[in-house]
């Protein structure tokens, strides 16, 4: 394998090419494959035709144990899946049939709020380290996903604001950032499936060694602060974490992979017509520990 690396933004974000993404890597290829994630923190993969589930699965596997298991019950959905592999998130528009959600549909309505910027399961006390999204189906206008580095953003950050968070802990709610991004009040049930977990709004994101600002979409408030005041400070950090100069959007092609640190970016979902186009995309996620 000879990996070339093509840069996409002068911040990060790079193209490999030279790799298709399976089970079968040595480990000098797959440690040359973290270098290039370490310091673009979002890297896409291309291939000539959408990765298979197993081949999906088993990189993922390489890189950091990964998430099994359907965590998530959305109320009066059918225990069917339409991808038959726990360690696939569907981040389709489609039911387990195949079929584009009904307009009605919570799920729907839930994944409709990926819209907004986050970042894949701070909702967890063990968070979400890689994620891996597969392009299956494109829609015709692409649907592009955008990101943001939180490490230059911390980079950036006045140096007072640095001091201002030093210590600080947010609490992030995965049913907070839902009904912000206009889906339904969750039932006791859904609430009781993912309850929330708290983390320091600054940390060190280890593969580079570079501090990163760790907030989005989920987190509630401040932690021992006053529920306004801590808002404030939250909605201040994220108006700049997500400047123009720091964000990349990504033109979406069938086969390809993306993969992206959770640990120092911030992404989210752009708007398509969800009700006419199908895109199937479909994500594993890397955690922290085995979970
Ligand atoms: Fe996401």
Redesign the pocket.
Known sequence: MTLTIRPLHKLFAAELSGVALSGHMTPAELAEIKAALAQYAVCAVGHDRPLSNEDHIAFSALLGPIERGQILKVSGSPDEMRIAHHEIIDQSNMDETGEIYADDDRRLAFKRA?RLW?T?MSFHQNRATW?LLSAHMVPPDGAPTEFSDMRAVYDALPDDMKTRIDGLEAEHSYWHSRVLGGGPEPTDEERASRPPARHKLAHTHEPSGRKALYIASHATHIVGWPEDEGRDLLLELMEFATRPEFVYSHDWRVGEVVIWDNLCTI?RATEFDDRQYRRDMRRTTCREHAV
């Open positions: 990926n986050h894949d994620s992404h």
